[in-house]
């Protein structure tokens, strides 16, 4: 079973500051089948990035995802209020997902 | 717009069963392959299962902690999913998402807001 590790488990920035966020993998996933969400309390997560860089719909371009093998990116460049949650990465080996643990940005 | 609504959720003894249903609306139901997701309390997201549309079969697959115990189901007439949770642990306490997935299936495109699952005695 391939486990996601992210860090850092928590980010505190000020809006306007660039975020970036890391998805390791414990074996080379298909960048192909890497997506990023973002989850608010009480608040049905929302699909930011698949296909490693692929924004979803909707999506602001200061959103950005990157990377292959098993290290991967999520870079937020200039935080908006709005933006301060939980972000978790998410593999897919047919037919399962697995999850990060999460990586909390919040504001400093 | 797409809408997924949860509902069916409460609390449950260790032991009993629960059905929970997901209306969905605003996308071509009967053609779109669906999953469960859940969040324990304070820990992340888990995968509990999918099921394919009709021209696939209505194949489902699980995760390892629910198989044998979660049943996925739909029915298209209804655009309703479902998730039928049996012999129920305390360990299963969640908030259970419903979700379109999309792109070969790897991805969650939609999600509902979640219907809360306890399990206590």
């Known amino acids: 079973e391939i486990v996601l590790t992210q860090s850092p488990g928590t980010l505190s920035l000020s809006p306007g500051e660039r975020a970036t966020l890391s998805c390791r993998a414990s074996?080379?996933?298909?960048?192909?089948?890497l997506a990023w969400y973002q989850h608010k309390p009480g608040q049905a997560p929302r699909l930011l990035i698949y296909g490693a860089s692929n924004r979803a719909t909707g999506i602001p371009d200061r959103f950005s995802g990157s990377g292959s093998g098993a290290d991967f990116t999520l870079i937020i460049s200039r935080l908006e209020p709005e933006d301060f949650a939980v972000y978790y990465c998410q593999q897919f080996v047919n037919p399962t997902w697995t999850f990060g643990q999460g990586t909390k940005v919040e504001i400093k | 717009e797409v809408q997924l609504v949860e509902s069916g959720g409460g609390l449950v003894n260790p032991g009993g069963s629960l059905r929970l249903s997901c209306a969905a609306s605003g996308f071509s139901f009967s053609d779109a392959w669906m999953s469960w997701v859940r969040q324990s309390p304070g820990k992340g997201l888990e995968w509990v299962g999918r099921i394919k549309s009709k021209t696939g079969g209505e194949a489902t697959d699980y995760a390892a902690p629910v198989k044998g115990r979660f049943t996925l189901s739909r029915d298209d007439s209804k655009t309703t999913l479902y998730l039928q949770m049996n012999s129920l642990k305390i360990e299963d306490t969640a908030v259970y998402y419903c979700?379109?997935?999309?792109?070969?299936?790897?991805?969650?495109?939609?999600w509902g807001q979640g219907t809360l699952v306890t399990v206590s005695s």
């Open positions: 074996q080379s996933v298909s960048s192909s089948y």
């Open positions: 979700v379109r997935t999309f792109f070969s299936d790897s991805a969650g495109q939609y």
